[in-house]
């Protein structure tokens, strides 16, 4: 046995005789004896072995047992190692007390029973084994937790951290950033067309370029920063001490990085990203909604293509300003009154009369006047405030019903536009049965538009609720019918009682050139064969009407008859027209309702919302003009401030001015200082609210 796999035992005594005699004793083929005859050599003994047990004289010349023994018992790598003072018969208690207060575990007398000491060295022995097996075992379950931990916290293929570890770290790093007053930054991004690889060359090539596509993100941020795998084709990033100026530059570089090839065996991969990012604190001030944010811009800059980023709410120009104001102001736009419901008629083909209505939503702001539908409900849906936002038309829609049931106005089915989030919040149908029980009005008298968009992805959910919705006698349709990929293949496996032709296909069905006529008779056709009903959406002109009523579609629905009106307007219509059912009113210019009232022809309409734009456009010039002689902006520094306007990047812009990056650094950094500014977002309110103070003084 080596003399290192072998169990170190000292002895220490000043006379030979004695080492010899305790060595012919105690000695095993897996001890390895070692022998100090005083107390200074012990020391030095002690230093180079670790030993299971001391065999300590007591009374030895110079340095004597108990002086050594306490000077073992202080030094922390041997005050653990059990001693056993070997000493003469004649020593008194008070001796005996001492070794043992010096921490001896035990005494044999001289002369010593062999077959006692033998017993007790063997005693000791088994007890460092036990230590040492305990001590290894210990080590190795550390080691096995420490795997565990990392393979906890790091993605298998690519040994980045994974989604659990980016999320402590997150965590930590914005608490950091808000003891330190830090800016940080986080983005999100997601490769474009990976699926694609993974299709057609195999997984195993898939995974490779993961690992690549790893690697490349981490050259390209600071050794500080934090890259990791979030899952599937997705990576997340944590920029430490970083404003938006800094982390637009980081992503720059990324969709640059990119678009060198991956190249992986006899493959030469063009991969792109797309990048969503936040910024703390002006993008959210905890991690969860860091990240939401993120993920918000991310699908942003994915719907402009491929090698895209975008900052959350900012996205760098006045446009995104203005929505990211928009989404501040919505949540306060039910408590401040400003939202309205308005009423668009669908009237009867065979009988003229008016059998429904779709409730549209409309928004009027302090600032900015009528926002367009299309403008603020995905900003609703993107923020969650549309579950809010469609239980307050949910209610406001039933105690309209209730209103004209109470007036004994003949029972008008009004419409709700529905959308995925909506399918999705928990005890729907629940709340409303509840809405419809507290206004005291029949389900058949609710109707639930919703559109493809709704079922993609979340086909189960939906279905059952449709079901369950439909059970209870309300009403089901499918709006924009015909312009999704799987309509047809929605109304067979779907619940719904009525289809609403899109306008498009309205449109163009007095064009003989296309199929639109055609298209419109089979699907009629097909939702009469299983029993559905058809509502032509966007009637405007009498030849519509005609080639519509030919035909034979149920309903119809459209400004020839009436743009959405105000609940009071509506019921002056339901009158009017249960008295001339038949009654169209002119085309031109100016449009009579049936109620007598005006309104604007959606062309001219689309005229003065151009004008009105075209207006705003102006005052937004005024406001850069005259935050260009307020602040002393120069010409050039002007062109590259209107640019950041549009939401060019440094990059676009060096190429659209033809002057190098750099350049343009110089000249961000000198038109924040003098606006005292310190990104594009301080920037962009400053012309904003200049923007909001001119635009007021101009039109009053």
């Not at 640059?256 to 493959?267: H, K, L, R, V």
């Not at 969503?276 to 909604?289: A, I, K, M, R």
């Not at 239980?391 to 009004?414: A, D, F, H, M, Y």
């Not at 008295?579 to 309104?599: H, I």
């Amino acid at each position: 046995m080596k003399n290192e796999d072998k169990v170190n035992i000292l002895l220490v005594d000043d006379r030979p005789e004695n080492l010899l005699a305790l060595e012919a004793i105690i000695e095993r083929d897996d001890y390895n004896l070692v022998k100090a005859s005083s107390g200074e050599e012990a020391l030095k003994h002690l230093l180079k072995y670790d030993f299971a047990a001391i065999l300590l004289d007591v009374q030895m010349p110079g340095m004597d047992g108990f002086g050594t023994a306490k000077i073992i018992k202080t030094r922390e790598k041997t005050k653990n190692i059990p001693i056993l003072f070997i000493t003469a018969n004649n020593l008194d208690n008070e001796h005996i007390f001492m070794g043992y207060s010096l921490g001896a575990i035990d005494y044999i007398l001289k002369p010593f029973d062999p077959i006692i000491l033998k017993a007790k060295v063997e005693g000791f022995v088994e007890i460092y084994k036990m230590k040492q097996t305990l001590i290894h075992q210990a080590k190795t379950l550390e080691e096995k937790n420490k795997v565990i931990e990392y393979m906890a916290y790091h993605d298998g293929l690519t040994d980045l951290p994974n989604r659990r570890m980016f999320n402590d770290q997150l965590l930590l790093k914005l608490n950091h950033a808000k003891r330190m007053n830090q800016t940080l930054g986080v983005l999100y991004l997601d490769l474009d067309r990976f699926k694609y690889v993974n299709d057609s060359l195999g997984h195993i090539v898939g995974d490779r370029l993961l690992k690549e596509v790893s690697k490349r993100l981490l050259a390209s941020v600071r050794e500080e920063d934090l890259v990791a795998r979030g899952g599937g084709d997705e990576f997340n990033i944590i920029l430490a001490d970083t404003d938006r100026e800094k982390a637009l530059e980081v992503a720059e570089n990324i969709v640059e990085g990119f678009s060198q090839p991956f190249m992986i065996d006899q493959y030469e991969l063009f991969i792109t990203t797309c990048i969503g990012l936040s910024v703390f604190p002006y993008d959210g001030e905890d991690s969860n909604t860091l990240m939401k944010n993120a993920d918000v811009a991310l699908y942003r800059a994915k719907e402009q293509g491929k090698s895209k980023f975008k900052v959350y709410h900012s996205g760098m120009n006045m446009q995104s300003y203005r929505t990211f104001l928009l989404q501040n102001d919505l949540r306060k736009a039910i408590d401040k009154g400003e939202l309205e419901l308005v009423f668009q008629p669908r009237v009867n083909t065979k009988s003229g009369k008016i059998t429904s209505a779709e409730s549209l939503l409309r928004w009027h702001h302090p600032s900015w006047g009528a926002i367009s539908p299309s403008e603020f409900i995905p900003i609703a849906e993107e923020t969650d405030q549309i579950v809010e936002i469609g239980k307050w038309v949910l209610q406001k829609v039933c105690e309209q019903i209730q209103v004209w049931n109470k007036k004994g106005l003949s029972p008008v089915r009004i419409a709700i536009n529905f959308s995925a989030r909506q399918f999705l919040q928990k005890n729907l149908l629940e709340h409303i049965q509840q809405v419809l029980t507290e206004t005291n009005i029949k389900s058949d008298q609710l109707e639930i538009e919703i559109t493809e968009s709704v079922l993609l992805g979340n086909e189960d959910v939906v279905t059952s609720t449709l079901q369950q919705l439909r059970k209870i006698g309300i009403i089901i349709s499918l709006d924009d019918f015909g312009t999704g990929y799987s309509s047809l293949n929605y109304l067979r496996r779907f619940p719904f009682d009525a289809i609403k032709i899109d306008k498009s296909f309205i449109d163009d069905m007095l064009n003989q050139q296309n199929n639109s006529k055609a298209i419109i008779q089979f699907m009629i056709s097909l939702a009469s064969s299983i029993n559905m009903s058809v509502i032509a959406e966007g009637i405007e002109t009498e030849e519509q009407l005609k080639e519509i009523n030919n035909l034979n579609c149920d309903e119809v629905q459209g400004y020839l008859f009436s743009p959405p009106l105000l609940s009071s307007d509506f019921e002056k219509l339901i009158v009017t027209r249960s008295k001339n059912p038949f009654l169209f009113r002119e085309e031109g210019t100016k449009m009579t309702t049936m109620d007598g009232s005006s309104y604007v022809n959606p062309s001219t309409q689309n005229t003065d919302i151009n004008e009105d734009k075209k207006i705003k456009k102006d005052v937004l010039d005024i406001a850069l003009t005259y935050i260009q002689k307020t602040y002393s902006i120069s010409s050039r520094e002007m062109d590259v401030f209107t640019l950041i306007m549009d939401g060019l990047t440094n990059k676009e812009i060096s190429e659209q001015l033809f002057i190098s990056e750099h350049t343009v650094k110089n000249h961000i950094t000198r038109i924040f200082q003098k606006l005292n500014v310190t990104d594009r977002i301080q920037a962009i309110a400053l012309v904003y609210e200049t923007f909001m103070h001119e635009g007021n003084t101009l039109f009053n």
